[in-house]
């Protein structure tokens, strides 16, 4: 319970559904003080009051966990350090797999209970389907297609029929404090938003070189390529125009040689997508099927076959501002829900030899 | 369900109960001057009177606040405050390493704040301060210490400590020695006047009274600086309209406790060894912390190797036995107990420990839904424990 809306609602259906529920906040903060600045953090002493209090309302016992150390390590270093390797992470993705998922589900099996729920906007049906939520905007299974068959099994979303709007209604009804409390979006440990800062802190300022990726030539210096993102344009600040007066985009991140290429619009186009460390829940290796390939990002149909160890998407039509770290969900459309097939950790987009 | 939490918070005696809601009833205010103000600055004064007696002190000694945490404040602040601006010299506040939070972050305050300096006595393997260290300690920097602070009894593993040997160590060379008996009143024998105290604190709620109302008992020559500026009410040292009802169940609860006292106490403890044994039976590795000579009588805490104490006591709750794994928390999570670390555990050792203490109506039944639910507990906490070492 992060002491938002959803999962309080969650608890409460749960609840709700004959389950013997025990509420549980999670402390991520190593020093309780550090991340606790911002309003939004997602481990403020606010936040845990909140939760606190929905517990009490809803009647469940009430814990804090503290995962600040598991946290620390599989989430925000390797935050830091996907950064350092030039790849793009997703925290909140890593939070579930190592976090939620694992080292909470484990010691709640270890002590007893059957099932980890959370208030994620996604639907896991009697079928064991993980589905897209009702709710398109605020749908979640992007960032649960990570999970395994056996944590799919020991999870609950009970939300993923409703919409934020519903769940925030009865939320009200319920008499839930938190019914109007604002989303959060930010990364929960970097409180004023400031990822830039935040990984220059951690990993010091490597000012490099900002090469055009068809020249060669350099255009510019920058304070550290972690700072950059695949398919960024904005802050980049080069004084020399390209001939065709044109914006240029980051292409790739090379930290070897600490250098940032950029180049037109277009040559940021792929269409092959290779990835690593496949979860894989259909039976068929091979599937015709849509990709999703960052968080909220758009849908491309593509052709997408899987081993034991790597993914390749060949995609239908070419995508944008595809970055390593980043994950590739697949998913069946289905009218009940697009399905989740499998998701993958993308290592590289390319552009087909055909298409150069 | 199973309250084994007394040190967290006791039952109301229905005597103090019955004499909170009496004196509710009642108009006045024990500061004005009319018929119905005098009415309450007797149950006042009467409570006074009745609580001096009954911890052997006179009547001008007690001091009544909002509970024990303002009363320590006002004892290390107060007597550091008040003998610092008589004497510059006098900057140095000397505490125990095992004293509750609201004497050891007073006293951290003090040194952030006030300059002050601040030395933790060690405490042996049992939790227990040395007096003849802290002689040695007062011999040398006797003129440079504002004030001595010493616990009576500890709130976590209950170890008691020699506290009239170590007031007169610090009597010996002039400094005043203040003593939170908060766990200490009703459990074993205080006396003020004996102790050779300069200050001593106790509250209400953990004798049977209520919640919101204690005492410091201070020594009439003990220079003290108030906290809280205002009416003047208790002496000039402390302010506030004074908490009739509050202050009359507190006597109430107090009184009654130390009037049954040893009776209670040798029940009470007999039902804690049977505990003690028959955790140990359950658990064979199990290890009781604290002395096992110098223990307030409902003490039991246990390390249980393997475990985390949260997982413990959320396993524990859910089968409707309450106890407290003893230590502080910051925003509800854990922190290894700063009183078992001093006592030389190691971060796994504190962070396994379990508190259970009995009191005034606990019975073998409480023991027994314990030991009921214990061993399920323990084997499941120790697998839950096994997720956090290194895959």
Redesign the interface.
Known sequence: MSGGVDSAVAAARARDAGHDV?GV?L?LARN?QTFRTGARGCCT?ED?RDA?RAADVIGI?F????M?EEFHDSVVDDFVNEYAAGRTPNPCLRCNEKIKFT?VL??AV???FDAVVTGHHARLGADGLLRRSVDLPKDQSYVLAVLTREQLDRSIFPLGDSTKEQVRAEAAARGLAVADKPDSHDICFIADGDTRGFLESRLGAAPGDIVDGRTGETLGRHNGAYGFTIGQRKGLDLRVPAEDGRPRYVLSITPVSNTVTVGPREDLEVDVVSATRPIWHSASLAEDCDVQLRAHGEVVAASVSVTADALVATLRSPARGVAAGQAIVAYRPDPAGDIVLGSATITAGTRAASHA | MAYLDHAATTPMLPAALDAYVAAARELGNPSSLHAAGRGARRLVEESRERLAAALGARPSEVVFTSGGTEADNLAAKGIFWARRDADPRKRRVVASAVEHHAVLDAVDWLERHEGAEATLQPVDGAGRVDPEALAELVRAHGDEIAVVSVQWANNEVGTVQPVAALAAVAAAEGVPFHTDAVQAVGQVPVDFAASGAAALTLTGHKVGGPVGVGALLLGRDVPCTPLLHGGGQERDVRSGTLDTPGVVAFATAVEAAVTGRQERAERVAALRDDLVGRVRAAVPDAILNGSPVDRLPGNAHFSFPGCEG??LL??L??QGVYCSTGSAC?????QPSHVLLAMGADDGRARSSLRFTLGHDSTKADVDALLGALPGAVE??R??G??KTPR
């Open positions: 025990t906040h402390a309780p002493l845990s606190r016992p814990y804090v966990w503290d600040a080292a484990d010691r270890a002590l007893g | 949260d997982a959320l396993l709750d859910a910051s925003a509800g999570v854990a499941r906490a697998r839950a096994a997720w």
